[in-house]
């Protein structure tokens, strides 16, 4: 009787357990869905996701997604594996990707976060062995070549890729990915892979009604490793945050990168970035408030601007047109003022357009905004001029104007 009655309790409390730890495992993963719904409900804020694809233990790409879900609009910025820099989870000066294979993804998360100033809640992680599976599962990725490719490879074969478009099935996604040109720039490497991921998001959304289907995700969800702040996306929020980068207008996607200098350390060749980091924060800061803005998220045209220095501060033009090239502007040309002097730093509108100048001034915090008799001979945004010309005065840091001058008094008042 005691030998029975004891079995039963025991029995009982397993019970007890296991019911525990069911309605442990059910609230986490509530918890968890409902972060994700918090992030996503408000339509009015950017989603930041960091995408990954890797090839074992190395990192292939690393790109940052910025997306306005009220107007699809959207950016993406390549994050270079040789990025270099005293990274906390190393204790030592190194290349980003070292993280990742030392460290693990959560952690290289989190040095991409100290290095753009920008958090980045959801992660999504893709083997290049899944995404070049997914590749064929998508009937292909249509690329767009500029210049045909011969060139060979270490095992002695060839890469060959003819010009113009082309769809290529999950090997050649491979190869495409990883063939290499002596003397080539790190720009067209950094093109390959925003346009493979761009072509890639695309496909999806063309296949949207199969992969995402409800009944069918289960299918193509392992593919996938998402993320959210460090822990693991159950399959139901991961399903979320896919379909919402799917929404993105692939067309108006604008594309970037960290830029830097090249310096050998420890045999290493490391891109230290521009300004000590502080280049890819502004220029991830300006994306996202034009992202943000209306008047630009709705245009299709591309301003042309003309950057003076109203300085003796010598670079502040050159540095500044780069900040506003990077931001998706087109430079017309960059020099000095007709003095040096100017106090205030002041935007001119050549189009009258003052709505644009405002977005324009909103990047650099500046409200001094003036407008030019439009010339009408010489249509807008021509390569003959410019659509706004910029002037920077003593009040322009770098990075902003800041005396909140708006134009309500005289230079030298």
């Not at 879900?69 to 820099?85: E, H, L, Q, R």
């Not at 460090?230 to 399903?239: P, T, Y």
């Not at 408030?289 to 003076?308: D, F, G, H, N, P």
């Not at 709505?355 to 905004?369: D, L, M, P, W």
């Amino acid at each position: 009787m005691n030998y029975s009655s004891g079995k039963k309790n025991v029995i009982f409390l397993l019970v007890i357990l296991f019911l525990i730890i069911g309605a442990t495992v059910f609230f986490f993963f509530s918890i968890r869905t409902d972060a994700v719904n918090d992030i996503l409900k408000n339509k009015d804020s950017i989603v930041s996701v960091l995408w990954l694809l890797n090839d074992g233990d190395d990192i292939l790409a690393s790109e940052i997604l910025v997306m306005y879900p009220p107007t699809k609009k959207s950016a993406m910025f390549d994050i270079p594996g040789n990025t270099g820099g005293i990274y906390r989870s190393l204790g030592r000066v190194d290349r980003l990707d070292q993280v990742y294979k030392e460290k693990g993804v959560i952690s290289f998360a989190k040095e991409v976060e100290g290095i753009t100033g920008r958090e980045l809640p959801f992660v999504v992680e893709v083997s290049l062995e899944d995404f070049s599976a997914l590749t064929d599962i998508l009937g292909g990725l249509k690329i767009f070549i500029s210049d045909p490719v011969f060139t060979k490879a270490d095992d002695d074969s060839y890469f060959l890729f003819p010009s113009g478009g082309v769809t290529l099935d999950g090997d050649k996604i491979n190869s495409y990915l990883h063939y290499s040109v002596a003397g080539e720039s790190e720009t067209f490497v950094k093109d390959r892979r925003q346009n493979t991921l761009i072509a890639f998001l695309s496909a999806l959304r063309e296949n949207s009604s199969i992969i995402f289907d409800e009944d069918n995700f289960s299918l193509y969800s392992g593919y996938f490793k998402g993320y959210l702040n460090g822990e693991k996306l159950d399959e139901e929020s991961l399903h979320k945050v896919l379909s919402l980068l799917l929404n993105m207008d692939s067309d108006r996607i604008t594309t970037n990168s960290i830029t830097g200098t090249l310096n050998t350390v420890d045999g290493k060749k490391l891109l230290f970035p521009e300004d000590n980091g502080m280049q890819i924060k502004k220029v991830l800061n300006l994306t996202v408030t034009s992202l943000l803005s209306e008047e630009m998220s709705s245009q299709s045209r591309v301003y042309v601007l003309e950057i003076l220095n109203g300085t003796d501060r010598t670079g502040l033009a050159s540095r500044t047109a780069r900040l506003f090239r990077d931001a998706g502007y087109e430079i017309l040309r960059y020099e000095n003022a007709d003095r040096n002097d100017y106090q205030y730093t002041t935007i001119v509108s050549h189009i009258g357009n003052f709505k644009s100048a405002e977005t324009i001034g909103s990047f650099i915090r500046c409200r001094n905004i003036v407008e030019d008799e439009i010339d009408s001979s010489a249509g807008l945004g021509t390569s003959a001029t410019a659509d706004f010309t910029i002037i920077l005065g003593d009040d322009f840091n770098g990075t902003y104007a800041t005396s909140g001058y708006s134009g309500n008094k005289k230079e030298g008042e």
